[in-house]
């Protein structure tokens, strides 16, 4: 775990929370210091209320080319702040996939765009490696869900953004 003497502060003037920053693995400390340009977990989550959004997080198994399969995040219903916490935090525009052998297509599929995310490995990979990965995306779930109205309810393991 890393110590820090100063804590992030978000561009609407609240600071990360001392315990939660301290509870935090060093992934969601990383992905909480590439976010300050934008507001807090708390104010994106109370904007997303508002606007009566439920933003959801689909995190699948995807076999993207014969020898490479990757770990993929898609999340719902974005729009600002949200949009901007994913986009600094290598998330990218996509169409939803359709399941583990059929990807999201390009961006321009607007009624099913969602922001994705992807954690590639080979298929031949140690599974001590695989499982690390895993853990990885755990902890990502875990920061992510501070951002969504619905928390961990709006995390689906093993699902796939239900088509419109």
Known sequence: MTS???????SCGHEHLRDAYDRADDHSQTL???ATSLPCSECCRASLKNLDLSPQVYVNLQQLSPGMAAFVIEVSEVVQPLDGVLH????SHRAASKDELHPGGDAFD?????WRKEYWFANETEPMHVVALLRHLKQEMRWLETYLPD???AVHFADFVPPK
């Open 151 to 153: 928390g961990e309810l």
């Open 4 to 10: 820090v003497k100063s804590l992030p502060v978000y």
């Open 88 to 91: 600094l935090t290598g998330y």
């Open 32 to 34: 909480s210091w590439a």
């Open 110 to 114: 607007v009624p099913g765009a969602v």
